[in-house]
């Protein structure tokens, strides 16, 4: 299945297990008592408890199990032939699925991730209702049919549950302020697990919002007058997404999606002030980089809207500025180098986005090419460092470049020596909350740094988010329908990041087989093996990091080995159909990844909202002053 995949282990609960072993291998059957049911049933029966009484939120988990199980019935009864993903039984399970998801996905009920896939799998293979997805795509009713039985096995286990462990209110309130901002990601189709129709997608969003709109009316019995005047508000705020949705054939008419994203975010906020008048915690999905005036739980948090940089909880206290301080004069620092030759700067240049501009940089070690430089603007959003992800943080990554040989050179010991000899650089290590001279120190202080300065979010795309309506041209609005939905750009460059970090916690990467040539129009497979050489598996064999494609204006070349001169060139070779289509075996290339048919004018507005939309308004170099 996909080729396009997470790096973070695949950490299964026990939970998750049990499921797994319940769902799978089941007969293609429904799931009615038979002989053997019933008589070890007949005379214990007195001896059962009683069932638990309906709470007021079981419903909005029945009815779209019961919804979900109808149509797969529906479904098995009268398999499409051919190509299947916008058979209406199937659009009518995918939108019974998507209005019981926000809860099913808890971690105490037991079929989620069979369903749906793990949050954070090795692989983005997906669970039973993506294999479902690709099956039907086929039109191949043999793969369709144990998918179909494992997804009714996983309905009914939610109809049990929904009695035996139904949702509390608290958590019904968190998981509607997740799904407004999943309303959103859905509309960018960047959300894990995205279908592979138009139809498909229309049919999540609606069963999205039907979930939206069916649990804020069931919160409110928890609620009082208060929370009868903000469900007012949330009804409001959900009237025109409703009208869009229900107005379109497939998601290829949401025309603007970008205004319709902005509105998810609005309505997040209406469902978070329904709960904090229900007297319900009240969680936004992360916080914003730049907060907009409100703040807090009015934050309009949308699938636009940038996140603050992670940083490690420190036991010392220390405020981030400290050891910012010391890593913006770290980066321009030569000492930090074999003979002194080079700094961070001198292959992350400010004048040139932080990048180099160059193919690739110069080696300090012969025997050794070096991939090309990537930009570190945004690139403490990443939840991978590097091309192939071999650095899981900055901190890492700074250590890593300095360490090796054809880069900076300095050995562990060396690096030591070289700050311990400095008096300036000394003076300030011993400065710092936890004082000292160490590879923590220098990796804290350089990440610091980076998350301090070069995160700058005030890019088009950014002031758009926050609520500034003009800051996006028509045409760029125009090129985010098209990143968004023909090109499918957005289904590995997640936005707000426009990278390769899934929402909501940006803590699991993404890498994509694309089949990049050597040269551009090129029918040679460049031999880099990326991941593969890190992890040794044959799925993983050409797969790099989704790099952001922020200010993507400011920092040509393109790709790995920066043989794409021009964003054009880029935008051709995906059109194209990636590696395969320039005739180069590329057995593991993402599905994604294929003939798009993009007109020239497609083209045009992808182009423009690339270039415009998300340029910084600073210009890189006026981000930081060096301290020499």
Not at 157 to 170: H, I, S, T, V
């Amino acid at each position: 299945m996909p080729a396009r995949r997470s790096s973070s282990p695949d950490n299964l609960s026990a939970l998750v297990l049990l499921a797994a072993l319940l769902l799978a291998g089941c007969p293609d059957e429904p799931l009615a008592p038979g002989p053997a049911d019933v008589s070890a049933k007949g005379d214990a029966s007195a001896a059962l408890p009683p069932e638990p009484p309906s709470s007021p939120l079981t419903h909005i988990v029945e009815e779209p199990a019961r919804r979900g199980i109808a149509a797969l019935e529906a479904l098995a009864a009268a398999m499409p032939e051919g190509r299947g993903d916008s058979d209406p039984h199937y659009l009518d399970l995918r939108r019974a699925l998507a209005a019981g998801a926000p809860l099913w996905r808890r971690p105490e009920s037991l079929g989620g991730d069979v369903v749906f896939g793990p949050p954070r799998s090795i692989d983005e293979g997906g669970g039973a209702l993506l294999r479902l997805d690709a099956a039907l795509v086929r039109g191949d009713a043999a793969a369709a049919r144990p998918e179909r039985v494992a997804l009714e096995r996983a309905l009914r286990l939610f109809l049990g549950e929904a009695r035996r462990l139904p949702p509390a209110p608290p958590a019904v309130a968190h998981a509607l302020s997740l799904a407004a901002y999943d309303l959103g990601a859905l509309a960018l189709e960047s959300i894990q697990g995205v279908p592979e129709s138009s139809a498909a997608v229309l049919a999540d969003l609606r069963g999205t919002l039907d979930f939206i709109e069916n649990a804020a009316e069931a919160l409110l019995t928890t609620g009082n007058a208060r929370a009868a005047a903000a469900l007012a508000s949330v009804q409001e705020a959900a009237r025109p997404l409703r009208a869009r949705l229900d107005a379109a054939r497939t998601a290829d008419d949401l025309d603007d999606r970008a205004s319709f994203v902005l509105g998810a975010g609005r309505l997040g906020v209406a469902l978070r002030r329904l709960a904090s008048a229900a007297a319900l915690p009240v969680r936004v999905p992360y916080h914003a980089r730049i907060p907009a005036a409100n703040g807090g739980s009015d934050e309009p948090i949308s699938a636009l809207t940038l996140p603050a940089p992670r940083s490690r909880p420190r036991k010392d206290g220390a405020s981030q500025a400290e050891y910012a301080a010391l890593g913006k004069k770290l980066f321009f620092d030569k000492r930090l180098s074999k003979n002194n030759v080079r700094s961070c700067a001198t292959c992350h240049v400010p004048e040139r986005g932080y990048a180099d501009g160059l193919p690739r940089p110069p080696s300090l070690d012969p025997a050794v090419t070096l991939r090309h430089t990537p930009t570190l603007l945004y690139a403490p959003l990443h939840a991978a460092q590097l091309w192939d992800g071999r650095a899981l943080t900055p901190e890492r990554q700074a250590l890593g470049v300095i360490h090796a040989r054809a880069e900076m050179g300095l050995e562990p010991g060396e690096l030591a020596l070289a700050i311990e000899s400095a008096a300036d650089l000394r003076a300030l290590f011993q400065a710092l909350p936890t004082p000292g001279v160490s590879a923590d120190n220098v990796g804290r202080a350089l990440a610091a740094f980076q998350s301090e300065a070069l995160v700058p979010g005030d890019a088009p795309i950014d002031r758009f988010a926050r609520g500034d309506e003009a800051a996006l041209s028509s045409e760029s609005r125009r090129g985010l329908d098209v990143f968004a939905g023909k090109g499918r750009c957005a289904r590995c460059h997640i936005p707000p990041f426009f990278g390769g970090s899934r929402p909501h916690d940006f803590a699991v990467p993404v890498f994509a087989v694309l089949g990049v040539p050597d040269k551009p129009g090129g029918a040679k497979l460049d031999p880099d093996r990326g991941r593969g050489a890190v992890t040794g598996r044959a799925l993983d064999e050409g797969a790099f990091k989704t790099p952001t494609t922020r200010n993507l204006a400011r920092t040509a070349p393109y790709f790995h080995h920066g043989a794409f001169r021009t964003l054009e060139e880029v935008v051709d070779f995906y059109d194209k159909g990636g590696g395969k289509a320039l005739g180069i075996a590329v057995p593991n290339q993402d599905p994604d990844v294929r003939p798009l048919g993009l007109s020239k004018g497609d083209k045009r507005a992808l182009l423009t909202f690339l270039r415009e939309a998300l340029l910084d308004k600073t210009p890189a170099e006026k981000l930081v002053v060096s301290p020499r």
